[in-house]
C-alpha cells in the first residue's frame, strides 16, 4: 500500500471556524490532489499540487485553499467552513510519469454543523 | 461537463465475467483512460489504464476501441470481493483526473 495517511479522520465542525486537514506521503511522489466526494457526484478535485509551493485549482476551488511546503505535506484549509463543506476529502498522490496512476489515502469525513 | 459516461449500475454471477463499458467520445490525443473501483468506506483503489493498446494485469483487462472513444474494462471471473463502484476516468496531460459518478457493481453469489 502506497504511504498516504490524512488527518484527522474524522471531525465536526461549526459554520465559520476555520478547518485545516492534513495530507501526508512517504512515498516522495510529485503530485498530490485532494478531492471531495459527494453522494451522486463522484470524486470532485477541488486543488492539486505538482511540486513543492506550485498549486492550481480544480474544478470545485472555491471556498478552499492549499500550502505544500513540503514534498511530503499537502494542507487543505477551509477558512471560514460553511454545511455544504460536509464531505469526504480525499487525498491522492502521483508521480507523474505519463499516465501514471494515482494511489489514495483513507479520507477524512467532515460535518460542518 | 461529463468526460466519460457508465451506466449507473449493473450485476454479474459469481465466478463469470464482468464487462463494464465506458463512452468517452471527446478524449483527446494525449488523454489516458483509468479505472478505478471503490469498496465501501474506502478510498478508490487503482486498477488499470492504458492509452492506445489493449492491457492486462493481475486484476483486469481493458480493451480501447480503435477510435479511443469507448473502452471495456473486462473481469474474468467475478467475485463478492469485486463489488464496488468502479469509475472509468481521463487523465490529461496536465495529470488531472476527471471522475464521472461511476458503475455499481453487485456481484450475486
Known amino acids: 500500500d502506497a504511504g498516504i495517511t490524512q488527518s484527522p479522520r474524522h471531525k465536526v465542525t461549526e459554520t465559520g471556524t476555520p478547518v485545516t486537514l492534513r495530507c501526508h506521503q512517504t512515498e516522495n511522489h510529485r503530485y498530490m490532489y485532494w478531492y471531495r466526494q459527494d453522494p451522486g457526484h463522484g470524486l470532485r478535485l477541488i486543488h492539486y499540487?505538482?511540486?513543492?509551493?506550485?498549486?492550481d485549482k480544480g474544478e470545485v476551488s472555491d471556498g478552499y485553499s492549499v500550502s505544500r511546503s513540503k514534498t511530503e505535506d499537502f494542507l487543505l484549509t477551509l477558512e471560514s467552513a460553511t454545511s455544504s463543506q460536509t464531505s469526504v476529502y480525499f487525498c491522492?498522490?502521483?508521480?507523474?510519469?505519463?499516465?501514471?496512476?494515482?494511489?489514495f489515502g483513507p479520507g477524512t469525513r467532515l460535518t460542518v454543523t | 461537463d461529463a468526460k466519460t459516461t457508465q451506466p449507473n449500475s449493473m450485476e454479474s454471477n459469481e465466478e463469470e465475467p464482468v464487462h463494464l463499458p465506458c463512452n468517452h467520445s471527446?478524449?483527446?490525443?494525449?488523454?489516458?483512460i483509468h479505472w478505478y473501483r471503490q469498496l465501501p468506506s474506502q478510498g478508490p483503489e487503482y486498477v488499470i489504464h492504458g492509452l492506445t493498446s489493449n492491457v492486462n494485469n493481475r486484476m483486469a483487462s481493458l480493451a480501447i476501441a480503435e477510435d479511443r472513444k469507448s473502452s471495456t474494462l473486462i473481469l474474468h471471473r467475478a467475485t463478492l470481493r469485486d463489488a464496488a463502484v468502479y469509475y472509468c476516468?481521463?487523465?490529461?496531460?496536465?495529470?488531472?483526473?476527471?471522475f464521472g459518478t461511476g458503475t455499481s457493481l453487485t456481484v450475486i453469489p
Open positions: 491522492a498522490i502521483s508521480a507523474g510519469a505519463p499516465g501514471g496512476e494515482q494511489y
Open positions: 476516468i481521463l487523465r490529461d496531460s496536465g495529470n488531472q483526473f476527471y
Open positions: 499540487s505538482y511540486g513543492v509551493k506550485d498549486t
Open positions: 471527446t478524449i483527446s490525443g494525449t488523454d489516458y
